[in-house]
């Protein structure tokens, strides 16, 4: 809001310009809508305004016009995105809004690196980050221990590419116009598709009714506590990957969303090919019997809410690493992510429990360490970022996987649902379907490797069918039904 104020006040301020306009000097564009309607207030006759989506128009400007943006409301970049035509103007913001991905790209190939890296996982670690920020006694967006403390994070996370030696790993400060703390992006650049990001984040401020104490070790020392546990592990296994990968820790989320929201509107002006996004708000409170809640709203993405169920199927069901998860939601943009989904990219949220049962002393002064006393929780959503890191930010192509390992080919047909299970030890022990809100909606048990079951009850929609074998391990393949 003050920052609509200050942009008005120069604009009026730059209000003499004459209604005359030279034929030649005149691009199409787009431009953030306020832009676009400051200008029009400026001068009605300098700027056509064809088209806006949500909060981006397609303009047909004129030079002298346009030129006030760059001098007088944006700092960053001139203010507006040049386009050759009307029709590029108009179709830019109509098509970037809807992302280029959906569930059906997203694969699990990386089995043996994805489990050397969930076994490097160290819930010590993460109490040190927790304690770390926690000690700041508070990060309030506007008081100096803020900035401290995205310094520090950028400190640790420098400590940890050093470390490894890397040099392709690169760390910007990112200042903001609606807050005086600045966030933090560390970029672990891609080797083949550099131009596509795979990214996680988490805020770093917190909040409570005394500016001056307000320790947020769940909330959210906790997201960063897990985040940095990630980058540790991938950079400490010499990870390279295919797309660019970014981890992002924000300024001021307490009080608006502030630094995800310029940040994603920044990308989402330049074009940039976000493929998914997973936002670690609060990972530290056990408040549901199941391990991990997948908020399911309309700020978040069923495309890629079933890819971390089938992720947590695959990599979790059994073993060393087995939890267990359940879905919630929030039912507002509670947090980061959906300033990310807001701009058309896929977003998901995996929340430490449901809804109702989260964390009480959050924006208190008593949410402290103690409450949990151990890193435990955090662990677990350290290993699905980095399931998720592995498997997303691979090649874009199919990658093969090897051929031993057993394999499910499904196909829905006449409503049923065809399944072959390749290379299982023994029978399927159990076929559980699961929908995007992590609903188990049909099971079955004792099934020969290969057959087929009705599935005439299943509405319309996405579903991964979870065959396991004796031991529990799961093979998942998702499926859609029209
Ligand atoms: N971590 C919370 C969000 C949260 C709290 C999610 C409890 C699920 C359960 C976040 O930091 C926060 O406080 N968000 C604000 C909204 C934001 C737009 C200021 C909230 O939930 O009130
Ligand atoms: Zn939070």
Redesign the pocket.
């Given at each position: 809001m003050k920052k609509t104020i200050f942009t008005l006040s120069f604009i009026l301020f730059f209000g003499f310009l004459s209604a005359q306009h030279d034929e030649n000097k005149w691009f199409y564009a787009n431009m953030h809508v306020e832009s676009a309607q400051a200008l029009k207030n400026l001068d009605p006759d300098g700027i056509q305004i064809l088209a806006t989506h949500t909060n981006q128009s397609a303009v047909y400007v004129n030079e002298e016009l346009a030129h006030h943006l760059h001098h007088n409301i944006l700092t960053h970049g001139p203010g507006f995105l040049l386009r050759k035509s009307e029709e590029d103007a108009v179709s830019f913001i109509q098509k970037s809004f809807e992302s280029r991905f959906n569930v059906m790209d997203f694969t699990i190939t990386e089995d043996a690196f994805v489990e050397q890296c969930i076994d490097l996982v160290n819930a010590q670690n993460i109490e040190e980050t927790i304690l770390m920020l926690q000690a700041f006694g508070t990060r309030y967006h506007e008081r100096p221990e803020a900035v401290q403390a995205i310094n520090a994070i950028k400190a640790k996370w420098e400590a940890l590419a050093a470390a490894a030696g890397r040099t392709d790993v690169s760390f910007e400060i990112v200042e903001h116009f609606g807050s005086p703390m600045p966030s933090l992006i560390m970029t672990i650049n891609g080797v083949d598709n550099p131009d596509e990001y795979v990214i996680i984040g988490g805020?770093a401020d917190s909040i409570t009714w005394s500016a001056s104490n307000a320790p947020g070790a769940d909330?959210?020392a906790s997201g960063i506590g897990t985040i940095t546990e990630v980058i540790r592990v991938l950079l400490e296994t010499g990870y390279r990957p295919q797309k660019t990968v970014q981890f992002m820790a924000y300024a001021a989320?307490?009080?608006?969303?502030v630094g995800s929201d310029e940040i994603a509107q920044t990308y989402f002006d330049e074009g940039k090919n976000v493929v998914a996004y997973v936002q670690f708000?609060?990972t530290n409170y056990k408040g549901s019997t199941q391990d991990i809640a997948i908020i399911e709203d309309d700020h978040t993405s069923d495309d890629l809410n079933i890819f971390l169920i089938e992720l947590l199927e695959h990599y979790n069901s059994t073993g060393a690493h087995a939890l267990t998860y359940t879905s919630s939601a929030?039912n507002y943009?509670?947090?980061d992510h959906a300033s990310w989904e807001a701009r058309g990219y896929l977003a998901s949220f995996p929340?430490e429990a449901r809804?109702n049962q989260?964390n009480p002393e959050?924006?208190t002064t008593g949410d402290v360490y103690s409450v949990s006393g151990n890193s435990n929780h955090a662990a677990k959503f350290s290993k699905l970022g980095l399931e998720f890191i592995i498997e997303v930010a691979k090649r874009s192509t199919l990658s093969t996987s090897e051929v031993d390992k057993p394999t499910a080919n499904v196909v829905v047909n006449n409503k049923e649902l065809l399944y072959e299970i390749n290379n299982m030890n023994g029978k399927i022990k159990s076929l559980n379907i699961v929908d995007t809100s992590a609903r188990n909606v049909l099971s079955k048990s004792d099934l020969e490797t290969k057959g087929k079951i009705s599935i005439a009850s299943l509405p319309a929609g996405v579903y991964v069918a979870v065959f396991k074998d004796a031991n529990g391990k799961s093979i998942v393949k998702k499926f859609l039904v029209k």
């Open positions: 805020h909330d959210n989320e307490e009080i608006g969303l708000d609060m929030c943009a509670c947090s929340f809804f989260s959050i924006h």
